[in-house]
């Protein structure tokens, strides 16, 4: 089985590369992120033509989560069990705009998560919140969320079927999945707490496949569009392929697909594409 995952960064600007790239690459399930598109507005009837059925979970706005799947999709849940919602300050993302600013505001959960059974896995994929900065509201929020996330996932591989929670988790494990340690210094995606918020998921008995390194020192998944970064291979490791040992232990191969990151209008990010036996 092959599966991916991919945040698109808006999957009706990407749709002709994405249709593209699915026809070329024929993962059999596909993880996608940051669709910024309503679940009733998403392009399932041309991924339908390439065989593909989809569970979509989105509200229109800046996030939004898919599993695209050419090998049965079933058991579909939108968003996890104790999700939390952001609870901030008006003016912050997903808010209304006629509010007052520092109104405090309770939404619901965020479209970042979305599960469903392919072909026997039970499949995840997940966009975590930015963070901001780490004195923000947003900065609690990503610990919240990642702490309801490794509860959810807990009861998840407790019934013991292959399982894999992949996405944008917006946090770079180690200092060695940024192009240069210096730089995000005081910045979220490397702090210590959300770095153990990782490691608490893979104490859960989750393995990071690392993907092969095709270019430079570190499989970098994501470059900033800005100041020639993805030309200068100044990138992050922060997409990550999470796998119990049932998956993780018959992966065959796994790559970032630069490819995918070149070319007019693409993404700010690549996909991981994983193989399995």
């Known amino acids: 089985m092959r599966l991916a995952t991919w945040n698109v960064n808006s999957v009706k600007a990407r749709l002709p590369r994405l249709l593209a790239w699915l026809d070329e690459t024929k993962p059999d399930v596909v993880c996608l992120q940051e669709t910024k598109c309503r679940a009733d507005l998403f392009p399932a009837a041309e991924v339908e033509e390439l065989g593909y059925a989809t569970a979509a979970h989105g509200d229109g706005r800046w996030n939004g989560v898919a599993v695209l799947s050419r090998v049965g999709i079933e058991d579909v849940s939108n968003g996890f069990p104790g999700e939390p919602a952001y609870a901030g300050e008006a003016g912050a993302e997903g808010e209304d705009e006629q509010m007052e600013l520092n109104e405090p505001v309770l939404l619901a959960p965020e479209a970042r998560a979305v599960g469903a059974t392919c072909g026997g896995v039970r499949v995840w994929s997940l966009y975590a919140p930015n963070g901001r900065t780490p004195e923000s509201a947003h900065y609690a929020y990503k610990l919240a969320w990642f702490a309801a996330l490794r509860d959810a996932l807990a009861d998840e591989l407790a019934a013991g079927a292959p399982l894999v929670a992949c996405g944008d988790y917006n946090v770079a494990p180690t200092d060695e999945d940024v192009w240069d ?92 594409v994983v193989d399995i036996g």
Not at 187 to 204: F, G, K
Not at 231 to 259: C, P, Q, T
């Open 181 to 272: 340690p210096a730089v995000f210094v005081g910045s979220t995606h490397v702090t210590p707490p959300e770095r153990q918020a990782l490691a608490d998921l893979r104490a859960l008995g989750l393995h990071d496949v690392v993907p092969t390194i095709e270019k430079g020192p570190h499989p970098y998944t994501y470059w900033d569009y800005r100041a020639g970064a993805f030309h200068k291979n100044m990138g992050m490791r922060i997409d990550l392929f999470y796998a119990n040992e049932d998956v993780a232990g018959r992966v065959a191969s796994a790559y970032v697909d630069r490819e995918a990151r070149k070319g007019k209008g693409p993404s700010d990010h690549a996909p991981i």
